[in-house]
T-cell receptor, first 113, second 114 residues
Framework: DAKTTQPTSMDCAEGRAANLPCNHS???????VYWYRQIHSQGPQYIIH???NNETNEMASLIITEDRKSSTLILPHATLRDTAVYYC??????????????FGKGTKLTVNP | DAGITQSPRHKVTETGTPVTLRCHQT?????MYWYRQDPGHGLRLIHY???????DKGEVSDGYSVSRSKTEDFLLTLESATSSQTSVYFC?????????????FGSGTRLTVV
């Protein structure tokens, strides 16, 4: 399975953009990059995903490098409620056509007042 | 989370006893997953299901079995609970064919084996 590497922790000031990097140098051509976050002890929450192109939704933007070996999740205006652990994951196809997500340890983002 | 519930939410059990955790969904999603989460390890996949009666092992399946006799329910069984299985267990559902991206996770079951 393709592995991802993320910094253990990051800090960001409230109202500023939070840029969370992820390396996935062994990613295959048809594998998607997914981002999830987990607040406190809640279940992880889907944020965004992408294959080649940059993506944006109401929560965040995802920038994927041209060689697809790394990506950056951008929270444009971080709030205190964005404090969470953020997981960068490469989706793996399995039998039956399902997607299997293998979670790493993620980045603990702390948004400071 | 809407459409997916886990039961029980909390359970304390004794070593050697069998335990079954239930995941129930109302979304009619094809795929269901069981993860465990422990400090220092993040989320690890135990088992997953890609249809009724179709299941497969994840990365930490030893000591666990699963069953899926109908679309809406995915059961995780610890045949003989051990202290190393003390953890928070999360169920998740997905179905890319519906156009809904990503997994939806349940709220978790906190299991303590004493």
């Amino acid at each position: 399975d393709a592995k991802t590497t993320q910094p253990t922790s990051m800090d960001c000031a409230e109202g500023r953009a939070a840029n969370l990097p992820c390396n996935h140098s062994t990613i295959s051509g048809n594998e998607y990059v997914y981002w999830y976050r987990q607040i406190h002890s809640q279940g992880p929450q889907y944020i965004i995903h992408g294959l080649k192109n940059n993506e944006t939704n109401e929560m965040a933007s995802l920038i994927i490098t041209e060689d697809r070996k790394s990506s950056t999740l951008i929270l444009p205006h971080a709030t205190l409620r964005d404090t969470a652990v953020y997981y960068c994951i490469v989706r793996v196809s399995t039998q039956g056509g399902s997607e299997k997500l293998v979670f790493g340890k993620g980045t603990k983002l702390t948004v400071n007042p | 989370d809407a459409g997916i519930t886990q039961s029980p939410r909390h359970k304390v059990t004794e070593t050697g006893t069998p335990v079954t955790l239930r995941c129930h969904q109302t979304e009619n999603h094809r795929y269901m997953y069981w993860y465990r989460q422990d400090p220092g390890h993040g989320l690890r996949l135990i088992h997953y299901s890609y249809g009724v009666k179709d299941t497969d092992k994840g990365e930490v399946s030893d000591g666990y079995s699963v069953s899926r006799s109908k679309t809406e329910d995915f059961l995780l069984t610890l045949e003989s609970a051990t202290s190393s299985q003390t953890s928070v267990y999360f169920c998740a559902i997905s179905d890319p064919g519906t156009g809904v991206y990503g997994y939806t996770f349940g709220s978790g079951t906190r299991l303590t084996v004493v």
